[in-house]
């Protein structure tokens, strides 16, 4: 448990904790990671707190340099604590011969089909089994998130899944960060607010939503990876307690 969390975020932290102990115990559970700003303030909040909860990332193999990078300080500062889960090489190597390497340029379908054998593949492997699932979202990231519920039923994936920072400002997050001095990817200090593959995201410009870095040549309405479907149910905490 956190002994002392940063001035002004206590009650932040504590609903965030209740959250992944919740989690926790529906064991087993599982956080992915791809080590943004958000995750790392989950990774903290797991480590720290020695909860019972397996971390996981996918390494899609177009993931920029400084997140790997990350991924090396992570392990020094936290030890080896996390699991890497990479894309079937045989689903890959079809998709690169059906599309081209970067074909996801080219429409929406090629890009949701390169995130699905890079992503949306690996992660339900990592998810097989599990009975809950921890994430790093957060309600005000774009519009496709804005109803976010702390708790939800994903049908998907036949788990529970958890948002524990659904009502963290991004201001919030890193004040958690840098008091706590968290390890973060050096992107955030380069305008990068969402950190995806190197391909699908840029910096942002001021004023710009901080997911507008994210598959820039989309409508906003279309810029998921298919990590997180609208299959859900909400589930109110009072009445899950």
């Known amino acids: 448990m956190l002994m002392n969390p940063p001035s002004g ?20 559970a599982v956080f992915s990671t791809s080590f943004g700003a958000e995750d790392m303030v989950v990774f903290d909040l797991i480590r720290k707190s020695r909860l019972d909860i397996a971390i996981v990332t996918l390494d899609t193999g177009r993931l920029p340099e400084p997140t790997y990078a990350l991924m090396q300080k992570v392990r020094e500062h936290y030890g080896a604590s996390f699991e890497t889960v990479h894309p079937d090489p045989q689903a890959l190597s ?4 059906a599309n081209g390497v970067n074909g996801f340029y080219q429409s929406v379908e090629n890009r949701k089909a390169c995130c699905a054998v890079r992503k949306v593949q690996p992660l339900a492997r990592a998810l097989w089994a599990k009975r809950a699932w921890i994430t790093g979202l957060r309600a005000q990231q774009s519009v496709t998130r804005d109803a976010l519920p702390p708790r939800e039923y994903d049908l998907a994936y036949c788990l529970e899944k958890f948002n524990p920072l659904f009502d963290w400002s991004e201001q919030q997050v890193w004040q958690y960060l840098r008091t706590n001095a968290v390890p973060y990817n050096s992107l955030h200090d ?10 699908c995201t840029r910096a942002i410009s001021v004023g710009e939503h901080p997911r507008a870095g994210r598959w820039w040549w989309e409508d906003p309405d279309t810029r998921e990876c298919g990590l ?13 307690a």
Not at 94 to 97: A, F, H, I, T
Not at 190 to 199: D, F, H, N, V
């Open 9 to 28: 975020l206590e009650s932040p932290v504590a609903s965030a904790l209740a959250l992944l102990q919740e989690a926790a115990g529906l064991a087993p």
């Open 94 to 97: 079809d998709l690169v011969r």
């Open 190 to 199: 380069q305008g990068y607010p969402s950190i995806g593959c190197a391909p």
């Open 228 to 240: 997180h479907r609208s299959e859900t149910r909400t589930i109110r905490l009072r009445e899950a």
